[in-house]
């Protein structure tokens, strides 16, 4: 056994063993363990060597290469002591079944190579995916104007960040501008409508001085690039000089969070979403200082457990009012997934913008996003 933890720690160069590599060798030196406390329970007769075969292809479930040829090099010496101490003259069946350990340990080794070259293909395909999504949705906050501001994109795949949500916080000379919305359906397809739906924001946001005028640009972008029975939910909102106005096209509404008190911002008149020419009406707030606001995607107010949905109003002072926005939204997912025990059935997208009142007036006129300007 002493040889058997030299021969993978040669292998490794002397580096710490992979969790792979000793899970492999692991399952694979108990399970020649049993097998040979069969066969010694049964007495001299070698009648369990073949099943020695199984123990490389246990190891290569789990393992490199490298441990697989360990695990059957041993059970390959493991079987030839016994066939030998336990052959008659006229049987050689036990040495066969050697070789068949030999040749078992070939083929493992070769299901390991490619198992390994495909879970590194995949390990890949899950890096580009992250970097696709980091490309779509960039990285929000601290500060976009004079407004806290935070994002955060919860996967309802573990494996993959990558989906149809989508956010954006811009600082225009009309104000502070946000966006979240939510494509239909998921994969690709959903993350190219989301870089057009964005890529198409973050131009006619600074041009645009109507957020209705950014809804209909929107909504061309869309219909050019989607099929008839895809859309996009998305909400838009603005704040300048402390007024808080609001679109919402076919979306969640906002949720506003004031001295303990919660208040979800409906719509005057309820709008289809972009792709279907939608026709919207602006909802137009007051904002106070200390006001918080939380954009969210349909993932959050239809995440459910035995049933039942979760309680983002009800909780959403406790979660939300304290801290910044970065550890709001924070608190929000783990009390979603403590809900859900850990289980999504859609990703979600969120923003939460704090207002901390009236910006001090400043000499110059320049907008705070055109930095380096001159008057």
């Known amino acids: 056994m002493l040889v058997a933890v030299r021969i993978p720690l040669a292998l490794s160069g002397g580096r710490p063993l992979s969790p792979g590599f000793r899970a492999g060798l692991g399952a694979a030196f108990v399970l020649l363990l049993l097998i040979s406390a069969v066969e010694l329970a049964d007495g001299r007769e070698a009648r369990f060597v073949g099943l020695m075969a199984t123990v490389p292809f246990l190891a290569a479930v789990f393992a490199p290469w490298q441990a697989v040829l360990v695990a059957g090099g041993v059970a390959t010496a493991v079987g030839t002591v016994f066939a030998f101490f336990g052959m008659s003259q006229d049987d050689l069946s036990a040495f066969i079944n050697v070789i068949g350990i030999g040749l078992a340990t070939g083929i493992a080794a070769l299901v390991a190579v490619v198992r390994q070259r495909q879970a590194e293909r995949i390990a890949e395909l899950a890096k580009l995916a992250t970097i696709a999504q980091q490309a779509v949705l960039r990285p929000l906050g601290p500060k976009v104007g004079t407004l806290a501001v935070a994002g955060r994109y919860i996967s309802a795949t573990a494996a993959a960040d990558i989906g149809g949500d989508l956010y954006e916080a811009l600082d225009t000379p009309y104000g502070v501008r946000m966006i979240i919305g939510d494509v239909r359906g998921k994969g690709l397809d959903a993350v190219r409508t989301a870089s057009i739906v964005l890529?198409?924001?973050?131009?006619?946001?600074?041009?645009?001085?109507?957020?209705?005028?950014?809804?209909?640009?929107?909504?061309?972008?869309?219909?050019?690039?989607?099929?008839?029975?895809?859309?996009?939910?998305?909400?838009?909102?603005?704040?300048?000089?402390?007024?808080?106005?609001?679109?919402?096209?076919?979306?969640?509404?906002?949720?506003?969070?004031?001295?303990?008190?919660?208040?979800?911002?409906?719509?005057?008149?309820?709008?289809?979403?972009?792709?279907?020419?939608?026709?919207?009406?602006?909802?137009?707030?007051?904002?106070?200082?200390?006001?918080?606001?939380?954009?969210?995607?349909?993932?959050?107010?239809?995440?459910?457990?035995?049933?039942?949905?979760?309680?983002?109003?009800?909780?959403?002072?406790?979660?939300?009012?304290?801290?910044?926005?970065?550890?709001?939204?924070?608190?929000?997912?783990?009390?979603?997934m403590e809900w859900v025990h850990n289980r999504l059935d859609d990703d979600i997208a969120l923003i939460l913008m704090e207002y901390a009142g009236p910006s001090q007036p400043t000499l110059s006129p320049v907008p705070s996003w055109e930095l380096g300007a001159t008057n």
Do not use: Q
């Open 199 to 336: 890529g198409s924001y973050r131009h006619v946001a600074f041009e645009r001085a109507d957020l209705r005028a950014i809804v209909a640009d929107l909504d061309r972008a869309v219909a050019r690039s989607v099929g008839d029975e895809d859309f996009v939910t998305a909400c838009l909102v603005e704040e300048r000089g402390g007024t808080l106005t609001i679109v919402n096209c076919g979306h969640p509404a906002p949720i506003l969070i004031r001295r303990g008190e919660v208040i979800t911002l409906d719509p005057p008149s309820p709008a289809p979403p972009l792709g279907f020419m939608p026709v919207v009406r602006s909802r137009v707030e007051r904002l106070e200082p200390g006001d918080r606001l939380l954009l969210l995607t349909d993932g959050l107010a239809e995440a459910r457990r035995d049933g039942e949905f979760f309680p983002i109003t009800e909780r959403a002072w406790k979660l939300l009012g304290h801290g910044t926005v970065g550890d709001g939204l924070a608190s929000v997912e783990s009390a979603l």
